[in-house]
T-cell receptor
Framework: NAGVTQTPKFQVLKTGQSMTLQCAQDMNHEYMSWYRQDPGMGLRLIHYSVGAGITDQGEVPNGYNVSRSTTEDFPLRLLSAAPSQTSVYFC????????????????FGSGTQLSVL | AQKVTQAQTEISVVEKEDVTLDCVYE???????LFWYKQPPSGELVFLIRRNSFDEQNEISGRYSWNFQKSTSSFNFTITASQVVDSAVYFCALSEASAGGTSYGKLTFGQGTILTVHP
């Protein structure tokens, strides 16, 4: 299994450009999510999905769109990039429902470093 | 709303010293999950431990140990005899759950603690 695969690893955009960060997992996980990491702020949840066709907003959703047409893929779209979106982006996945008697956790991709000039 | 605080922004130690990373959390739920992740200089996030709110047993894994105290809402992480390879950013995180323990895995992260171990 490849786990959670993110592409690209690095990207530089100009203000106003659009792009899509790709995320794919091969573990048949129903739950997928996107986080952004900024210095001194930890990781913050952007959007998440509990299954194909179902998405919802996290803590910092503005400026980002998502869709979930398949179980495997969960792309993150920046429609009009802004310098405030310069960050490291992580995609994560897990089984949809965690329980006390199990040991589920989030599996993270290797991250995408995005710079918006 | 849930919140995780890692008050130590940066810690610097010399190899073989013991070091404790603090984590304090806030939640109104009685059922929740606590995590520690490590982010080495290469940037990936490495899972270290998950603990549920009903399991207050301390855990030891090699040089790593975790102290979970519900009375003080803390989940501290200690590295014994630190090594240069322990240099990383460490994140504490919280996931709330329903009364039955189910959770969709939405994590709230602390700000992270940068640990530097000098040779």
């Amino acid at each position: 299994n490849a786990g959670v695969t993110q592409t690209p690893k690095f990207q530089v955009l100009k203000t106003g450009q659009s792009m899509t960060l790709q995320c794919a997992q091969d573990m048949n996980h129903e739950y997928m999510s996107w986080y952004r990491q900024d210095p001194g702020m930890g990781l913050r949840l952007i959007h998440y999905s509990v299954g194909a066709g179902i998405t919802d907003q996290g803590e910092v959703p503005n400026g980002y769109n998502v869709s979930r047409s398949t179980t495997e893929d969960f792309p993150l779209r920046l429609l009009s990039a802004a310098p405030s979106q310069t960050s490291v982006y992580f995609c994560a996945s897990s089984y949809s429902m965690w329980g006390l008697s199990t040991n589920e956790k989030l599996f993270f991709g290797s991250g995408t470093q995005l710079s918006v000039l | 709303a849930q919140k995780v605080t890692q008050a130590q922004t940066e810690i610097s130690v010399v190899e073989k010293e013991d070091v404790t990373l603090d984590c304090v959390y806030e939640t109104r739920d009685t059922t929740y999950y606590l995590f520690w992740y490590k982010q080495p200089p290469s940037g990936e996030l490495v899972f270290l431990i998950r603990r549920n709110s009903f399991d207050e047993q301390n855990e030891i894994s090699g040089r790593y140990s975790w102290n979970f105290q519900k009375s003080t809402s803390s989940f501290n992480f200690t590295i014994t005899a630190s090594q240069v390879v322990d240099s990383a950013v460490y994140f504490c995180a919280l996931s709330e759950a329903s009364a039955g323990g189910t959770s969709y895995g939405k994590l709230t992260f602390g700000q992270g603690t940068i640990l530097t171990v000098h040779p």
